[in-house]
């Protein structure tokens, strides 16, 4: 067989050509860059503050102020993380939301809920919403569905709050184990959202006990002025809640036909909770 021609010299057929090489070391820098950006995005997730200035990522990260600023201005180019412009301080971006719903879709809890959410809302003429627990301290909006009315209370999906504050998270609070409820008690910084938050511990007690008994709870303007709920907790085999469903309101409206936003919620959390292996 005779050997090909090329403008380096011969070739044999059974032995290709060996590929250019990659320039050393630009794999190892690209998987460093994604590295750095992951870790400022679950930063600016995870921390309690809204927002950052580049020298408080910088020092947080252990990163130069130009690294952060190069890796912020390409996040900021994907949607992931937005800037005010007067203040220059970055914070999580519409992407970084898109990017939580589409995991949210993929949970059992919130695809099972959406049915119920669009009944108990037709049935109220309120917002019906759906929450889950953020680790043992927060919850957050993972669906909602609004009435088709001129005046409606809509709620922020994925924005974390305390468990003490409002309906939905006493929910929560009041049917988790007890363990976990007293550890998030006297913890003893009770934050007030309203001048109407709840924050005494021993009042709070009192209220939680009320809730595991009658099953559901409720809250005039203490997580967001205005703004009343009532919620009860979807409970899955062992007891303890997988979600909350609740439904708002504008207070002064709301007042008027509480009692009947009540009944359709605790039936809707009863057929949920039965779904998730509940047998109460």
């Excluded at 970084?96 to 995991?103: D, V």
């Excluded at 919620?265 to 909770?273: G, Q």
């Amino acid at each position: 067989m005779s050997p090909r021609i090329s403008k380096r010299g011969p070739v044999s057929d059974a032995s290709p050509a060996t590929p250019a090489r990659q320039p050393a070391g630009s794999s190892g820098a690209t998987i460093a860059t994604v590295e750095r950006a992951v870790d400022l995005l679950l930063h600016i997730a995870s921390a309690p503050g809204p927002d950052f200035g580049i020298t408080e990522l910088a020092e947080d990260l252990s990163m130069s102020k130009a690294a952060v600023h190069r890796v912020l201005a390409s996040l900021k180019g994907r949607g992931l993380i937005e800037v005010d412009e007067r203040s220059r301080r970055y914070s999580l971006g519409v992407g970084a939301l898109r990017i939580g719903l589409a995991y949210l879709d993929r949970i059992d809890v919130r695809r099972l809920g959406r049915p119920a959410l669009e009944q108990l809302s037709e049935q109220t003429g309120e917002t019906a919403t759906l929450s889950v627990l953020l680790g043992q301290h927060e919850r957050i909006y993972v669906d909602q569905v609004t009435p088709d009315r001129e005046v409606i209370m809509s709620v922020s999906l994925g924005e974390p709050y305390p468990l003490h504050a409002g309906a939905s998270g006493r929910a929560f609070l009041a049917f988790m184990s007890p363990e976990v409820r007293e550890k998030y008690l006297d913890d003893g910084s009770l934050q007030a959202l309203t001048d109407r938050t709840l924050v005494d511990v021993d009042e709070l007690r009192k209220v939680l006990e009320d809730v595991r008994s009658q099953g559901w709870s409720s809250s005039g303007g203490e997580r967001k002025t205005g703004a009343a709920a009532v919620a009860a907790p979807v409970l899955s085999h062992d007891g303890f809640p997988v979600a909350v469903v609740s439904v708002c309101g504008p207070e002064e409206r709301f007042r008027s036909h509480v009692d009947e936003c009540r009944e359709e919620l605790v039936a809707t959390a009863r057929v949920m909770s039965r779904s998730f292996g509940w047998e109460g």
